[in-house]
């Protein structure tokens, strides 16, 4: 199936350069973005990155579009208690959701179906719909209730690639480090990327 429609979800686990890498080569891909960020993705986007994001949603979509120089309907932003917002519903799913990068308490939620936020109940909506869903996890070390979660998670179908660069492509930079983690989304997505070549190529 085309992947034409992904929602990105941020939450507030430190890896902000991967989101933002990401949602860079999807809008690029010219891929219908449905953005999500947890009030603790604002906080982290702000230590580790030296953007200086708009508070308001609206603000900071306009921001974003800006910065991503894209059209009015490519990206929409969502407040994590807009509930009108298509992904809140199956009745509009899109076609594959990426939280990126992923707390473990955002994938307990998940795995329990708590549902109590809009990104929560977007990862809802994904499973149910059987649609693609990617956790990029990044948390260490992690404990016997985290690996419980995400086994559970992807004994469901959910895909979960941790954060992990390889060290193979002898990397030159965090960049390099990124564009790792963000080519094996893409690939899983089933969505072209020249980031890294493929093993053996």
Known sequence: ?????????????????????????????????????????????????E???????????????????????????????????????????????????????????????SSNNLLERAADVAIKENKKLILVTRETPLSVIHLENLLKLARIGVTILPASPGFYHNPTSIDDLVDFVVARILDHLGIGQSLMPKWGG
């Open 1 to 49: 199936m085309t992947t034409n429609t992904i929602t990105l979800a941020i939450t507030g686990a430190s890896g902000m350069p991967y989101a933002l890498r990401l949602l860079q080569c999807l809008l690029e891909a010219k891929k219908k973005v449905y953005l999500v960020v947890s009030q603790a993705a604002q906080v982290v986007l702000a230590m580790e990155t």
């Open 51 to 113: 953007l200086k994001l708009p508070g308001k949603i609206d603000d900071f979509e306009k921001f974003l579009k800006d910065r991503y120089q894209v059209k009015d309907d490519q990206l929409q932003l969502f407040g994590q208690n807009q509930w009108s917002a298509p992904i809140a519903s199956g009745t509009n799913a899109a076609d594959a959701m990426v939280v990126c990068p992923c707390t473990s308490g955002c994938a307990s939620a998940i795995a329990q179906g």
